[in-house]
């Protein structure tokens, strides 16, 4: 079992909707989560992060995480072609904070 | 731009040659990070430093990878007698270890993209 897994797509969603991505990782003792955005070619950028256990909502995102089910998924309202890229799941590991990262979900939003 | 920078960019080389990469991180970040990406993957950890202190290797590491932190400061990354397998985005993140923080978010560099050839 992957420690971090993500489907990895592609999902695709009309412009103006509702993209939700899911996460689910595999060490209970787990306590930070993060989205990363990857468009094609470039570097993973920090879109959210989330902590405690509900939502956190960040402009048309909005991050839930749920630890008793080992699950953390991502909503983003408005979708707009823009928001075209991999998304990828991590999870913080070990003492050193390192990151788990998940293979990402590739979303394609539809104008 | 984060303020993670690296160098080079791009980076294409033969088989059996040694290639070295840089990292500068945000200027006040004390933890810094390398990570490798292949395609279709999510980056795996390599190592991690602490000032300059390497403190986590991963096994990933082959004794053809040294990465050093000399001053704490930028890190590099040097790969000896370089295969095709180690092509891939080469990916450095630095963070802060904020006082009463309780976790240290990682924001990462353009990427070194390695090809070899």
């Known amino acids: 079992q992957k420690e971090v897994e993500q489907n990895s797509g592609p999902l695709s969603v009309p412009e103006g909707a509702i993209a939700s991505l899911n996460c689910t990782y595999s060490d209970r003792g787990s306590q930070s989560f993060f989205w990363y955005r990857q468009y094609s070619g470039k570097s993973p950028e920090l879109i959210m992060f989330?902590?405690?256990?509900g939502d956190k909502e960040d402009g048309r995102f909005t991050a839930q995480l749920n630890k008793a089910s080992q699950y953390v998924s991502l909503l983003i309202r408005d979708s707009q072609p823009s928001d075209s890229a991999t998304y990828l799941c991590?999870?913080?590991?070990?003492?050193?904070?390192?990151?788990?990262f998940g293979t990402g979900t590739l979303l394609a939003v539809q104008p | 731009d984060t303020g993670v920078s690296q160098d080079p960019r791009h980076k294409i080389t033969k088989r059996g040659q040694n290639v070295t990469f840089r990292c500068d991180p945000i200027s006040e970040h004390n933890r810094l990070y390398w990570y490798r990406q292949t395609l279709g993957q999510g980056p795996e950890f390599l190592t991690y430093?602490?000032?300059?202190?390497?403190?986590?290797k991963s096994r990933l590491l082959s004794d053809r990878f040294s990465a050093e932190r000399p001053k704490g400061s930028f890190s590099t990354l040097e790969i000896q007698r370089t295969e095709q397998g180690d092509s891939a985005m080469y990916l450095c993140?630095?963070?802060?270890?904020?006082?009463?923080?309780?976790?240290?978010?990682?924001?990462f560099g353009p990427g070194t993209r390695l090809t070899v050839t």
């Open positions: 430093f602490q000032n300059e202190a390497q403190l986590e």
């Open positions: 991590a999870v913080e590991g070990g003492a050193t904070n390192k990151l788990i």
């Open positions: 989330i902590y405690s256990n």
């Open positions: 993140a630095s963070s802060s270890a904020r006082a009463r923080a309780v976790n240290y978010e990682q924001y």
